[in-house]
């Protein structure tokens, strides 16, 4: 690692790697005048077209420490085409398919429930507010129809993954979760028959008995049963609900039955491809170790320093409630104070002896006449 003074330039740290979430923000967020990009440890010198930098793995971590201060985005860039590194990030990839229907599903629980409220209130059903209420049912609307969409698309998402790279298990596990299952069924048949039938308004009702209020939205059975190419499966769970599909019960279930699937599809993907994803992981928290530390140098050797930033301002963006209750239980800026404050946020345990005496500096670590830390302060 390279000693000294050390800089990053624009192009380094806006290609940062995202997993170094404490650094990043907190160079751009100080860093008002960026230095100089002479003094950095980091290079993009570019690589001869059809070589390779890292070579053939294994990669010890000084090999990898060369490449990486060579050429950083080289070394990410041949590291994700590691067969780990491809088969982790295509997980990836299906996991934000996974989030996003489970967002668009909780969208539509939250806007349920706001309406739950906001009907309970007499002016809500006045002239005046009629925008309001329209407005709301608007978004449920888009809400129900966002979750079948996301929901068909994280199936074919999850297909198309495991041609790549197969699952022990996998069809048995789709048969026994979904097969037969008429609610998976509804919905996907739901995301085609709204491109013939159109958008299937879901209707509000509200019931009023001595066990309180209930709100439902409800997609009606005649409203589907217009359209005459539901599969046999989906058809019977219309017939099964006389008055109607209730859109939040039936997407709150489906979500959950969901996220247990894919619970056990991440736990088999690791299963069969442990060894690999393990060893692209390894190889990725050296190199991220490296940038990890190159931004500690620069914050705590330059930016804090020079600008003259107490980085106690910066402890409730990073740390929370349970964490700042736990540093505080302990003196204010003693060093036992901020090793605590550095277990918690150094996450690559790239802390070297030297960095640690720089953030005492920085952080103002109180010490007696001796120089030991007074644990009441001066």
Known sequence: MPSGTYAVNDDAVQHQNPADSLTRPLILAMCKNPPSAKATGMTCSRTTEGSSLLGSPPWDKEHLRRCYFRDFRQTRHELDQFEGGVIFNELKSLRLSLSIFVDAVDDLMTLINRFKFESSRPEFWHQTNRHSYTQIETKIQRGMLSSAMCAMALVDHSRAFVKKYPIDGYEEQVAACFQKDDRHRFIHSLRVGITHLGVTKAN?????????????????????????????????????????????????AYSRHVEKFHNWFRISLFNKYGATLSEYLRYLRIVNSFESQANWNLLLKQIVPQQKIDPYMYLGQYLTEEQLEDVFSLPFRSKEQIDRIIALVDVYRVCTNELREDAYRVCGAKTTSRGKTSPDGP
């Open 204 to 252: 509000w009702e509200i019931n009023v008995s001595k066990e309180g209020r209930t709100v439902s939205f409800l997609l009606r059975k005649d409203d589907l049963l217009r359209w005459n190419n539901w599969n046999a499966q989906a058809k019977s769970f219309i017939l099964a609900h006389e008055k109607g599909v209730d859109v939040e019960a039936l997407f709150e």
